[in-house]
């Protein structure tokens, strides 16, 4: 790898990189899908770092660079396709519905039902993700919270931390634990040890909310739903997916992504048995098209992806994300950096952030890397745009969640933030 930073190449790259990264943040004002302009930047700064390479005489070398990120991107591209063809799955067989019925029907006070559905976000998050946790603890509270905007408002915020919160403990529960996992920084099991600080990161704020919650109960509301035949064994393989997964990295040391396609193929032959069952029972709810669910992949996103690391890949390969990590983490220290990264998110997407982490590769302890997972995972909940989460609820609660009714409680998320760093240091100590 060459300096190529004070290089027109290299300028021309920066340049390129920022104009459509504000097209991503202006999305909604615009109406350009986020994966545009990404992947146009992507396409147009590895063109340059391929004429900034040949420039030297080192063409072969950016060949071998963008052959790493193809790769690395492969893996994460599988592996998604996978867990959200089982989350549009079990969409479709109504789980949610069901557990959104359940709730509603409850009867619970605004307080009762703020902390019920911020103790089912928490944990479902570290399963799912926190954009899917999200909307269907969501579409609760709408729907529960339908006569007190206050109690929507609220019960949107702690959702939204609580949802990542629960996703920063769990390999499995953001792009940027995956992204970590994969690139095998911290191993399966030691994600666990930021359960407590994650834990903190959520009950903090929801602690310094409660009082402001509105009083009273609201009316309760009697939902019918029920699940599709074959849902439980969709629940059940999809567990088993993961644990192949798991198995695939820990036992086998080939790459997680494959665990997963193998899962994608438990789907395949419960989708074949349950469409032959429903010939012979006569019942079309049994019908289950697993194609139609992978054909239901936000593809928008998963381009998203590919865009932000190729051109963030590429500003590495410039020398960009070298002279970073001698700013941050030579200059500030791994502590420092860490943090201000991770609150960085609250405004950048937390994903290109952690792909520039990994690519500048600090030598840091497990402590560290344990601190830039809690980190980036939390940061974003600080403003309602710092995370999908927060992003797709506003639009889901529009008149009663904004980017305001965020901001107003945005110094109790960050005390939490602050809180579940000093956590991680206290009982992780041995990590550092």
Request: charged content about 15%; hydrophobic content about 55%.
């Amino acid at each position: 790898m060459i300096d190529l930073t004070t290089h027109w190449t290299g300028l021309a790259c920066l340049a390129i990189f920022f104009v459509a990264y504000g097209l991503v943040i202006a999305e909604e004002a615009i109406e350009m899908r986020k994966s545009k302009p990404v992947l146009l930047a992507a396409g147009l700064i590895w063109a340059l770092v391929a004429v900034g390479y040949g420039l030297v005489g080192q063409a072969e070398t950016a060949h071998e660079l963008a052959k790493e990120i193809i790769l690395e991107y492969g893996e994460l591209l599988l592996f998604l396709l996978v867990a959200i063809t089982y989350v549009n799955t079990l969409e479709e067989r109504r789980v949610f519905d069901v557990l959104r019925a359940k709730l509603v029907g409850l009867g619970f006070s605004y307080r009762a039902l703020f902390w019920l559905t911020g103790a089912i976000a928490f944990p479902l998050s570290a399963v799912l993700d926190n954009l899917t946790t999200a909307l269907v603890m969501g579409a609760v509270v709408i729907a529960v919270g339908a006569g007190s905007r206050a109690f929507i408002a609220m019960g949107c915020i702690n959702i939204v931390v609580a949802a990542n919160a629960g996703g920063a403990f769990s390999p499995f529960g953001d792009i940027t634990t995956l992204m970590v996992w994969q690139n095998g920084k911290l191993g399966f099991w030691e994600f666990f040890d930021l359960f407590l600080p994650s834990l903190v990161n959520w009950l903090v704020p929801a602690a310094l909310m409660h009082a402001a919650l509105p009083k009273g109960k609201p009316t309760a509301k009697q939902e019918r739903a029920r699940m599709k035949p074959g849902a439980r064994g969709v629940i059940l393989l999809f567990a088993a997916t993961i644990v192949t997964a798991v198995s695939f990295k820990n036992f086998l040391h080939l790459p997680p992504a494959m665990g997963m396609m193998l899962g994608l193929g438990y789907l395949q032959i419960w989708a074949y048995y349950l469409n032959r069952t429903s010939k012979k029972r006569d019942d079309s709810d049994m019908l289950l098209d697993s194609f139609k669910e992978i054909q239901r992949v936000e593809f928008d996103t998963l381009l998203f992806f590919f865009g932000i690391i190729f051109a963030v890949g590429g500003l590495g390969a410039m020398g960009y994300l070298a002279l970073s990590s001698e700013v941050l983490y030579t200059g500030l220290g791994p502590t420092a950096a860490n943090i201000i990264i991770g609150a960085l998110s609250a405004i950048v997407d937390n994903i290109p952030l952690m792909f520039a982490v990994l690519k500048m590769d600090p030598v840091m302890s497990d402590g560290q890397w344990l601190l830039i997972t809690l980190t980036c995972g939390v940061g974003g909940s600080i403003l309602s745009i710092g995370s999908a989460a927060g992003v797709a609820l506003m639009g889901q609660a529009r008149a009663a969640y904004t980017f305001t009714s965020h901001l107003k409680w945005s110094w109790a998320i960050a005390a939490g933030y602050v809180a579940s760093i000093a956590v991680h240091r206290l009982i992780n100590a041995s990590l550092f």
